[in-house]
C-alpha cells in the first residue's frame, strides 16, 4: 500500500514539531494496522511500512521511532545504514558539473539580496548569499538537489 502524500510530507525539509509528531503517529497507525489483518503472527513487516519508518529517523531517534512503531531498534538501524549506503553509492560515475555564474558588478551593490540554506536528505548543505536578484537559482538548487554524495 503505497501513499504518495506521505512520502511527498516526509520528504519535507521543514516540519514543524507537531508535523513531525503527527507523522509518527500516523505511521504508527499504519504499523497497527498492519498488525491486525495480517495473516499470520510470522509475517514480515511489509518493505513500504519499513521505508516509512526510515524516513521518520531523519527527524527522529531510531530510538523513538523503534519504541513508538513497536519495532526491533536493531533491525531499523540496520535498515536504516543500509538505505542510506544503497543510496550512497551511485550506480554509476556520476560527472559532476559546475554552473556557470555571471560575475557581479562590485560597486554599486543592488539594493536586493537573497540569503537561502538547502539541505538534502544525505545531510549536504548548500548556502547562498547573493546581492544580485537575477542569479539562475533555478538551475543552481536543481544541479545541488540531483546531485548525489
Given at each position: 500500500m503505497?501513499t504518495?502524500?506521505l512520502?511527498?510530507?516526509?520528504?519535507?525539509?521543514?516540519r514543524t514539531p507537531?508535523?513531525?509528531?503527527h507523522?509518527?503517529?500516523?505511521?504508527?497507525d499504519?504499523f497497527d494496522?498492519?498488525?491486525q489483518t495480517?495473516?499470520?503472527?510470522a509475517?514480515?513487516?511489509?518493505?513500504?511500512?519499513?521505508?516509512q519508518?526510515?524516513?521518520l529517523?531523519?527527524t527522529?531517534s531510531?530510538?523513538?521511532v523503534?519504541t513508538?512503531l513497536r519495532?526491533?531498534?536493531?533491525?531499523?538501524?540496520?535498515?536504516?545504514?543500509?538505505?542510506?549506503?544503497a543510496r550512497?553509492?551511485p550506480?554509476?560515475?556520476v560527472?559532476?558539473?559546475?554552473v556557470?555564474?555571471?560575475a557581479?558588478?562590485?560597486?554599486?551593490l543592488?539594493?536586493s539580496?537573497?540569503?537561502m540554506?538547502?539541505q538534502r536528505?544525505?545531510?549536504a548543505r548548500l548556502r547562498i548569499?547573493?546581492?544580485?536578484?537575477?542569479?539562475?537559482l533555478t538551475?543552481l538548487?536543481r544541479t545541488?538537489?540531483e546531485t548525489?554524495?
Amino acid at each position: 500500500m503505497y501513499t504518495p502524500h506521505l512520502e511527498a510530507l516526509m520528504k519535507t525539509t521543514t516540519r514543524t514539531p507537531a508535523q513531525a509528531e503527527h507523522q509518527l503517529t500516523h505511521v504508527a497507525d499504519r504499523f497497527d494496522h498492519w498488525r491486525q489483518t495480517r495473516t499470520t503472527p510470522a509475517e514480515p513487516i511489509p518493505p513500504y511500512l519499513w521505508e516509512q519508518a526510515i524516513a521518520l529517523t531523519t527527524t527522529f531517534s531510531i530510538t523513538r521511532v523503534a519504541t513508538r512503531l513497536r519495532v526491533s531498534g536493531e533491525e531499523l538501524k540496520q535498515r536504516c545504514a543500509s538505505h542510506h549506503a544503497a543510496r550512497s553509492a551511485p550506480a554509476s560515475p556520476v560527472a559532476l558539473g559546475f554552473v556557470d555564474m555571471p560575475a557581479a558588478p562590485v560597486w554599486p551593490l543592488p539594493t536586493s539580496a537573497i540569503e537561502m540554506e538547502l539541505q538534502r536528505p544525505d545531510g549536504a548543505r548548500l548556502r547562498i548569499a547573493a546581492h544580485e536578484a537575477q542569479l539562475p537559482l533555478t538551475a543552481l538548487v536543481r544541479t545541488f538537489l540531483e546531485t548525489p554524495a
